[in-house]
């Protein structure tokens, strides 16, 4: 996607909408935040290929249904004075595309440029998360339902944006876990967003939409080994800075007896890892033909996201006094 002075507007436009939500103390506001950030998301997903289209046109039905769903439990909430909590909330959850509501966010990734990818799995969650601390409803059946459809659904994948969409499904469950402390979910969310750009930016740059792709490039040696620090990263090997998330929402299901869900995010983060390591696996272990010594040439973003993973863990031991 080229960054022209119109795809610069209506990015402005989508980051004003998510900022009218987090400031507004007016559901209505927030509603029209959202309509806001959606209408000038559509213009972003538009693209040379044709299946941008199909991509742009299932996102709009999916997030229109969802917004009316909201007003719907909106109206509920001033005027028959019913149960809306269900209501809304399920709204909430279609436009984060969480389990069971994930089908359509499948659908949607596969029409994306780098740029939209990347808005949809980090900008776009922010109001709805933000929405959901409002919601006083149990979400633990939600929660376990996401964790086990992230982790059981990614492993037959071999797509590397089914596999990444996976992956978010299933951070999402975790996130889900922590919403009720909002330092928490908001810092998960923040240091899972960049290792999730720093994701697609890397599958984009070496052109690798196919886990069998990973075995054929041979050039780009440098970008395989940042790929494979931000894949443990991301499942949480220590001493990579996605462990530090992981282990606060442990300490905080910890602190707040939520055993279930906590026996059941540890197991199934054992398969998500499978998935990430068999991704590393094939691009680095399985099959080169370069020489060893070939990966001291680091590029230079690969090394920056090389050093961000390993050297920003004592992140974690600064925050930890904050909650």
């Given at each position: 996607m080229k960054m022209n002075s119109s795809k610069m507007f209506f990015l402005g436009f989508m980051i004003t909408g998510v900022m009218l939500c987090l400031c507004s103390n007016n559901w209505l506001f927030i509603w029209c935040g959202l309509e806001l950030s959606l209408i000038s998301f559509l213009p972003l997903i538009h693209s040379t290929q044709i299946i941008s289209?199909?991509?742009?046109?299932?996102?709009?039905?999916?997030?229109s249904v969802s917004s009316g769903m909201l007003i719907l439990g909106l109206m509920m909430m001033l005027t028959l004075k019913l149960n809306y909590n269900l209501i809304i909330a399920s709204s909430i959850l279609i436009k984060m595309g969480v389990a069971p509501f994930h089908s359509w966010l499948l659908g949607v990734v596969e029409g994306l440029s780098m740029i939209p990818m990347m808005l949809m799995f980090t900008v776009s969650k922010i109001a709805p998360l933000m929405m959901l601390t409002f919601i006083t409803l149990s979400l633990a059946l939600i929660i376990c339902l996401t964790m086990?459809?992230?982790?059981?659904?990614?492993?037959n994948q071999s797509s590397t944006r089914k596999i990444i969409t996976y992956s978010s499904i299933f951070n999402m469950g975790l996130i889900l876990m922590s919403i009720k402390n909002n330092f928490i979910w908001f810092y998960y969310l923040v240091i899972?967003?960049?290792l999730v750009s720093m994701l697609v930016f890397l599958i984009f740059k070496m052109?690798?939409?196919?886990?069998?792709?990973?075995?054929?490039?041979?050039?780009l040696m440098s970008y395989k080994m940042g790929l494979w620090f931000i894949l443990l990263s991301m499942g949480g090997m220590p001493p990579f800075v996605g462990f530090s998330i992981k282990l606060i929402v442990i300490e905080f299901s910890v602190i707040h007896q939520m055993t279930i869900n906590l026996i059941i995010m540890?197991?199934?983060?054992?398969?998500?890892?499978?998935?990430?390591?068999?991704?590393s696996y094939?691009?680095?272990?399985?099959?080169s033909m370069s020489n060893k010594w070939m990966t001291l040439n680091l590029s230079k973003m690969p090394m920056m996201f090389m050093m961000f993973n390993t050297l920003t863990l004592p992140i974690y031991l600064t925050t930890k006094i904050f909650y």
């Open positions: 289209s199909e991509s742009s046109m299932k996102y709009f039905l999916v997030q086990v459809t992230g982790a059981m659904l990614g492993l899972y967003s960049i052109n690798m939409f196919y886990v069998n792709q990973m075995i054929t490039m041979e050039n540890i197991l199934f983060s054992l398969l998500v890892m499978f998935f990430y390591l068999r991704l094939l691009s680095i272990m399985f099959f």
